[in-house]
């Protein structure tokens, strides 16, 4: 399942990242929020406007198509 296809505020865990930019990618790891990591969408502007998501007590905001390279399980 993709990050764009949970519910707001389910925590979910990041599966896989592979289909996603390396620099954003590599970004998101400095941000420790990484493959085996525990995420939460926190929300999604409309109009296919970024997402938030949370993840240890951090809020990052990503562009919608890279949350929807994030394979992610539900916890």
């Known amino acids: 399942m ?9 925590i979910v865990e990041i599966i896989g990242m ?3 930019n390396e620099r954003v990618r590599r970004r998101l790891s400095d941000l420790c929020i990484a493959e ?4 939460s969408l926190q ?3 409309p109009f296919h406007g970024p997402c938030m998501i949370e993840s240890g ?3 990052v ?15």
């Open 43 to 45: 929300y999604a502007l």
């Open 61 to 75: 905001a990503i562009r919608r198509k890279e949350a929807a390279c994030i394979e992610v399980v539900p916890i």
């Open 2 to 10: 993709k990050l764009t296809e949970t519910a707001i505020g389910s």
């Open 36 to 39: 085996g990591s525990r995420v």
């Open 57 to 59: 007590g951090q809020c």
């Open 18 to 20: 592979m289909s996603m």
